[in-house]
């Protein structure tokens, strides 16, 4: 693997499922070759964004797929091998033991679905992060999920995703005692795990979207919105 280790940095940890496992929720409006180009579309922007913004001194990637993992160290990853796929906060988990080695001085957890996540974006994140010891949270736009978890130092408080993460990471670090700085950044606080967030797409970014999935995945995402 190739590590960057002039100084103690921060690590990014991304975990990926397997592509076949991706994106269910989506299968209303998306068909399965379109889920699966999605995914390596999206987590190639994540990876490729992650190793472009100043201050990220490495990337790695968590999944229980040989493939991903090829796909990841062919974008200068690092890649995590686990023995099988439990979910996203185990896969952190592991990925934070793998990491223990290298000392980083923080760590930011993040999915591989963010579609418009860009280096600015992770760079104004960064810069409003907290000072110090503690943990900075970017929640998802209905503030219910976490996006970004930057933890200062990894061990500050563990990862909780999975349902309503966003208040159950603010729950644990007020159990550790840790500072807590909620950063709000509409381009990271986008995933796309349900319809009405391929309609919120479009509308914040008609061309990102129709390169991502097109006109007619869209346009179903839209009545499919409206009807809820």
């Not at 790695?60 to 091998?81: P, Q």
């Not at 976490?146 to 309503?164: E, R």
């Amino acid at each position: 693997m190739t590590v960057t280790d002039k100084q103690p940095s921060t690590w990014a940890l991304v975990p990926l499922k397997s592509p076949e496992r991706a994106k269910s929720r989506l299968a209303g409006v998306l068909s399965p070759d379109q889920r699966f180009r999605l995914f390596f579309a999206l987590a190639e922007r994540v990876i490729g964004s992650l190793r472009a913004t100043p201050g990220i001194g490495n990337v790695a990637i968590v999944t229980a797929s040989a493939d991903i993992a090829t796909f990841a160290r062919s974008l200068h990853a690092v890649a995590f091998l686990q023995a099988i796929d439990a979910g996203m906060t185990t896969a952190l988990e592991a990925g934070l033991a793998e990491l223990h080695a290298f000392e980083p001085a923080r760590v930011l957890m993040i999915p591989g679905d963010l579609p418009l996540i860009s280096p600015a974006a992770l760079q104004a994140f960064l810069g409003a992060a907290q000072d110090g010891a503690g943990i900075t949270v970017v929640p998802d736009r209905r503030r219910v999920g976490t996006n970004l978890l930057l933890c200062s130092p990894p061990s500050a408080i563990a990862p909780c995703f999975g349902g309503h993460s966003f208040e159950r990471h603010l729950a644990a670090a007020a159990a550790a005692g840790v500072a807590v700085k909620i950063v709000n950044n509409d381009d990271l606080a986008l995933d796309l795990d349900e319809p009405d967030d391929l309609a919120h797409l479009a509308l914040r970014d008609a061309a990102r979207a129709a390169q991502l999935f097109g006109e007619l995945p869209i346009a179903l995402a839209r009545r499919t919105a409206v009807a809820r």
